[in-house]
């Protein structure tokens, strides 16, 4: 797969904080707060993809069991400069760090949604 028109699209969708450097993806997100959006290979997440563009421009692949984490703490950023890859084994700390205020109103509202189908 061409990451290029896909890592094009995330920064279309994407605003650069000028205090953190954080690129924030502005587009859906899983429960979990990760960017995510559709690819010709399914639903992938955003921070994902611009790894695998970063890997794809040096001719290299991601390797297997690998995951790409933030080391800026923020779930929805895009900048390729936050991003490193690490096995599943990475302190979860850093992988679960506070949610933005919008996504955790979104996951409330969802959660809300299913309960009142279910009553
Ligand atoms: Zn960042």
């Known amino acids: 797969m061409d990451y290029e028109p896909l890592r094009t699209k ?16 502005r587009g859906a997100f899983d429960v979990h707060g990760f ?3 559709n690819t010709p290979e399914g ?7 611009i790894w695998l563009y970063v890997l794809q421009q040096r001719g290299e692949e991601i390797e297997p069991g690998m995951l790409v984490y933030h080391n800026c703490g923020n779930r929805l950023c ?3 400069e936050h991003l490193y890859e690490a096995p599943l084994q990475e302190p979860r700390a ?14 409330k509202v969802r959660a ?6 279910n009553a």
């Not at 995330?10 to 993806?25: F, Y």
């Open 43 to 49: 639903v992938r997440s955003v921070h994902r993809i």
């Open 94 to 107: 850093r992988v679960h760090s506070p949610l933005p205020a919008h996504v955790q109103e979104h996951i």
């Open 35 to 37: 960017g995510r959006m």
């Open 78 to 80: 895009v900048n390729a």
């Open 10 to 25: 995330i920064l279309a969708r994407s605003v650069q904080d000028k205090k953190s450097g954080c690129i924030v993806w």
């Open 112 to 117: 809300a949604a299913r309960k009142n189908r």
